[in-house]
């Protein structure tokens, strides 16, 4: 054994490129099957890792202070099913004022102590807790965009609180929280009661355990209640946004490392069989030889999984935590220990397995046989197309590198196919993102409206009407709708609706079936809305404002990622609320008219109106654009390295060919081209096939988008491939393979005839 351990560490030092080769292919390799599996894992559970880490609510239940009392509310939380309870916590309805220059806005606030409870623990990102009368603390989602000047904010019995936090509810329990005795001031009429539950998998487990924590109490006690079910509902629509990307992009990962691993190892090998006849001469068993060359690939092998698992850690914490966990409120992702056993464990003996398997017809040849299949180099494949090839007027490094690649088919098949994928790869990465940016482009109606006018606080100085012309009148204004929304409750359904309300146009919503609303009582909604509505287009539904009922007809189906609003025109809204004024303005800019100039006009010519510019909302854009980039690079970069392996193993096994040729008159640059040549041959051939497959694998995770968010993505959103970009995607798999060749190549070209000619 020690004559083994011996050989096989004597050439590991003597093979330093090839154990440097081998050595980043693993390593690479390692740190795409982590990312890969943990993208995978990742499409599977956030919004139940962070209810999970903060003991997140399955019932939130508000009880009338007047009927329940706290004694009664207290022993719910020892009912049979409950598992763990919090409060009662006083809950009122508060207008807050947070912008003077803004009307106050209506907001749940609760009474809390302390942020640690036994159920709903909240996730404090930014400040502290309150301590104290005289200070509140937001709920916002982790780095959310909030105002800078937050400092303080109006409560509506005329009381100034300091801003002391921000904080996080996965069970939304609330919008902001206060200490007990500042509730206290604010007379609460209500009480929260936080509840998990034993079970609570299904609708009608939470439902039981409702039933449970209410039995006994006075009629009207409960005054409403929220599941954890369609928290998570809501989560899964967003999450699956992202699901099929990421599987695609994880399966690329995991068998482009599979074959760049087999292909090196299995590269290895072959070029050692001079080495393995030598070992034979020697004296070495066939078993001995096998172990010789296990050692010498494991070696560098294993010291390579480690250091690409621990990367791979790493790389998928920051961007999986960054891009989804944090926006839960889960803080960090931690990648699954399965994931990392099976990156230290499968890695090594992926590697072993194909080494043994290549290795093992090495083992039957006799030392002569070895020692010549290692000497000799293998033309006869590529003979026939370099002789037709030369009779062309190809320059001949040209003609000479376009059969290389068919002395060696099964290594060239596992190069090409790994190139293949990276071409699949940049394809499907510059689809989505074209995709996705369309659809966020025209669901936020970004060449629709520039500038939204709303009124400030103590009201515009000029009416409705006259708003709208001044605003039509400033310099840069191409297109002003004024709109008003009302919230709405639609029978038959629990959540309410939000309606808006049209004047003259539609906005620039894409219409995507059906027509705008023309006349009083029909409306426009999306897709979602029609989901989970279970309605039609050309349906009737029934929408109910204090008491005054209204029959909305569905005439058109509009482009819009979220349920509501639900859209319609002024003489629907002269309808319910007669003599409404517009609460806001949408402005279309002219072309190269600044946005910023028109606000600041609008405010001059009324102080009464707030403009602003409207951005476009880019958290999703940005999660996709750095995953996509990231595992682009990641593909591309281990597709070369599979091309820079195989250019390093065919020039070994033809040093004599090489040094024959240029004793004829080859010049290095001549030497460089024909490798190079061989390679961008089979990148070519891997992006001919490549290009269609990304396509193709582009529109399946679109619709697979669709059909998860609920929405409906147009065609033209899906066909983004000109003719120029699929040319440059095509050129892509060689410009992967020519620039993988190039450094070997190079290598190749300085070799001296003596030594390519001499006995190794």
């Known amino acids: 054994m020690s004559a083994v351990w011996r050989a096989a560490r004597a050439a590991v030092r003597r093979r330093r490129l090839q154990t440097t080769v081998i050595g980043i292919v693993v390593g690479l390799s390692s740190v795409l099957i982590v990312v890969g599996l943990a993208l995978m894992a990742a499409t599977f559970g956030p919004f139940d890792q962070a209810y999970t880490q903060q003991q997140g609510a399955h019932l939130v239940a508000s009880f009338d202070s007047g009927k329940a009392t706290d004694a009664a509310l207290a022993g719910s939380a020892h009912r049979s099913g409950v598992s763990a309870a919090a409060g009662p916590f006083g809950q009122a309805a508060v207008e807050v004022t947070m912008d003077p220059d803004q009307p106050p806005i209506v907001m749940t606030v609760v009474g809390r102590d302390k942020p640690d409870t036994a159920v709903d623990k909240l996730y404090v990102w930014r400040g502290r807790w309150v301590t104290g009368p005289g200070e509140i603390v937001i709920n916002a989602e982790p780095d959310a965009d909030v105002p800078s000047r937050l400092d303080t904010v109006t409560l509506d019995n005329g009381r100034t609180v300091k801003v002391v936090g921000f904080a996080y509810s996965v069970s939304r329990s609330a919008q902001a929280w206060v200490a007990s005795e500042e509730m206290e001031a604010l007379h609460p009429t209500a009480e929260q009661m936080l509840y998990r539950f034993t079970a609570a998998a299904t609708g009608a487990e939470i439902g039981a355990g409702q039933a449970a924590v209410t039995a006994g109490m006075p009629a009207g006690a409960l005054l409403g209640t929220q599941s954890y079910l369609t928290l998570r509902a809501n989560a899964e629509l967003s999450a699956g946004i992202f699901v099929p990307f990421l599987m695609i992009f994880g399966c690329f990962g995991l068998v482009v490392a599979v074959l760049i691993v087999a292909n090196v190892i299995s590269g290895a090998v072959v070029a050692g069989l001079r080495h393995i006849g030598v070992l034979k001469a020697l004296g070495f068993t066939p078993n001995q030889v096998m172990a010789v060359y296990l050692t010498m690939v494991l070696l560098p092998t294993v010291a390579a999984a480690v250091l690409g698992t621990f990367l791979g850690n790493l790389l998928a914490m920051t961007v999986l935590s960054s891009a989804f966990f944090e926006s839960y409120g889960a803080g960090a992702f931690h990648v699954a220990p399965w994931i990392t056993i099976t990156a230290l464990l499968g890695v090594p ?3 072993g397995l194909t080494a043994l398997l290549s290795s093992v017809r090495a083992r039957r040849l006799s030392a002569v046989e070895a020692i010549s299949a ?13 002789r037709r090839l030369g009779g062309t007027r190809l320059p001949r490094a040209v003609s000479l590198g376009a059969g290389l690649p068919l002395a060696r088919p099964a290594r060239s098949a596992l190069t090409a196919a790994a190139v293949l994928l990276g ?3 940049v394809t499907v ?10 659809y966020v482009d025209a669901d936020s109606r970004a060449d629709a409206v520039q500038v939204e006018v709303r009124p400030a606080r103590g009201g515009p100085a000029l009416g409705d009407q006259a708003d709208e012309s001044m605003l039509r009148a400033l310099p840069g204004a191409e297109r002003v709708v004024a709109r008003k929304e009302l919230i709405m409750r639609r029978i038959g359904g629990t959540e309410p609706t939000r309606v808006r309300f049209y004047r003259g146009s539609d906005a620039g919503f894409e219409m995507l079936r059906g027509r705008w609303p023309a006349a009083a009582g029909e409306v426009a909604v999306s897709r979602r809305f029609l989901t989970q509505s279970g309605l039609a287009l050309g ?10 009922r209204l029959s909305a007809r569905v005439v058109g189906e509009v482009l819009m990622g979220a349920v509501d609003p639900v859209l319609s025109n002024w003489a629907t809204l002269t309808q319910m609320a007669p003599g409404s004024r517009a609460d806001g303005y949408e402005v279309k800019l002219a072309t190269g008219a600044d946005d910023a100039a028109y606000a600041a006009a609008v405010k001059a010519a009324d102080p009464g109106l707030d403009a602003r510019p409207k951005r476009v909302p880019g958290s999703v854009l940005v999660a996709i654009y750095s995953t996509i980039t990231l595992l682009t690079l990641l593909l591309g970069a281990v597709a070369a390295l599979g091309v820079f392996n195989t250019v390093v193993l065919n020039v070994r096994e033809r040093r004599r060919e090489l040094g024959t040729l240029k004793s004829i008159g080859m010049t290095p640059r001549q030497v460089v081209l024909m490798m190079v040549t061989s390679m961008a041959a089979l990148g070519l051939a891997g992006g001919l096939a490549g290009v269609p497959i990304g396509v193709v694998f582009q529109r399946y995770a679109m619709y697979a988008i669709a059909r998860a968010a ?23 798999g060689a410009v ?20 390519a000619l ?3």
């Not at 990465?429 to 369309?438: D, E, F, K, M, Q």
């Not at 992967?736 to 030594?755: V, Y």
């Open 429 to 438: 990465a510059i689809g989505l993102s074209g995709s996705v940016t369309a």
């Open 349 to 351: 003996v992926l590697v």
């Open 423 to 425: 071409v699949a790869g």
């Open 710 to 732: 609920q929405i409906v993505i147009p065609e033209h959103m899906l066909d983004l491939y000109s003719v120029p970009v699929v040319v440059l995607l095509v050129l892509a």
């Open 539 to 548: 349906d009737t539904f029934t929408l109910d404002r204090d008491g005054k």
């Open 758 to 760: 001499r006995t190794e």
């Open 374 to 386: 290692g000497s000799a180099p293998r033309r006869g494949r590529g003979l026939r197309v370099q």
């Open 736 to 755: 992967i393979a020519a620039a993988g060749a190039f450094l070997p190549s190079r290598s190749a070209a300085r070799l001296t005839i003596a030594d």
